[in-house]
């Protein structure tokens, strides 16, 4: 999508390795969230900023974190990641919180 | 626990008929409602915002709110194969760093 970019795009990797899901924007854009997408459970988040250095959790904060040290970079890290991380990741940002968000094109990972 | 309900679905419906895709929400602080497609495999788009009771018209999609029963849906008319996605109802609480909740969509199919 223009001007949000998600990498990789797809990953595969063991469980108990350390992961990072990166998203870039152009849109100096001051909110960004991260939402994981799993079948029956629709879009959950996972973690939000809404500014540099401003994070905070979502509903299924547990085994993530997030950095953003740059307005344009959101990152995500998988600690020691399990199978049941195993799910589409979308990287989400607007410019206000009343207005939609704009999605990136997701990241699809596999933990095995 | 913020909850958005959305129909189970799917929903079909022939081309050239009225498909009407209809959302609950449970936190009557809810200010702001969007409705998001998503095609298979992609980023969910979003198609349509609602802040204020009553109909909003863009197109072929017509938005209706009411908060007194806090619900909200989506009217596509003159439906047409190109329809056929996922539809996603979210919901926004007023607050200076809130977030979207997501309904778990509902899948429709228009038939040719």
């Known amino acids: 999508d223009a001007g949000i970019t998600q990498s990789p795009r797809h990953k595969v990797t063991e469980t108990g390795t350390p992961v990072t899901l990166r998203c870039h924007q152009t849109?100096?854009?001051?909110?960004m969230y991260w939402y994981r997408q799993d079948p029956g459970h629709g879009l959950r988040l996972i973690h939000y900023?809404?500014?540099?250095?401003?994070?905070d959790k979502g509903e299924v904060s547990d085994g993530y974190s997030v950095s953003r040290s740059k307005t344009e970079d959101f990152l995500l890290t998988l600690e020691s990641a399990t199978s049941s991380q195993t799910s589409v990741y979308f990287c989400?940002?607007?410019?206000?919180?009343?207005?939609?968000?704009?999605f990136g094109s997701g990241t699809r990972l596999t933990v095995v | 626990q913020k909850e958005v309900e959305q129909n189970s679905g799917p929903l079909s419906v022939p081309e050239g008929a009225i498909a009407s895709l209809n959302c609950t929400y449970s936190?009557?602080?809810?200010?702001?409602f969007f409705w998001y497609r998503q095609y298979s495999g992609k980023s969910p788009e979003l198609i349509m915002s609602?802040?204020?009771?009553g109909d909003k018209e863009d197109g072929r999609f017509t938005a209706q709110l009411n908060k007194a029963s806090q619900y909200v849906s989506l009217l596509i008319r003159d439906s047409q194969p190109s329809d056929s996605a996922t539809y996603l109802c979210?919901?926004?609480?007023?607050?200076?760093?809130?977030?979207?909740?997501f309904g778990k969509g509902i899948t429709l199919s228009v038939r040719p």
């Open positions: 609602i802040y204020s009771n």
């Open positions: 936190d009557r602080g809810s200010q702001s």
């Open positions: 900023s809404y500014g540099v250095k401003d994070t």
């Open positions: 989400a940002i607007t410019s206000r919180v009343d207005y939609g968000y704009t």
């Open positions: 979210a919901v926004m609480v007023a607050g200076a760093n809130s977030k979207l909740t």
């Open positions: 849109e100096n854009h001051r909110y």
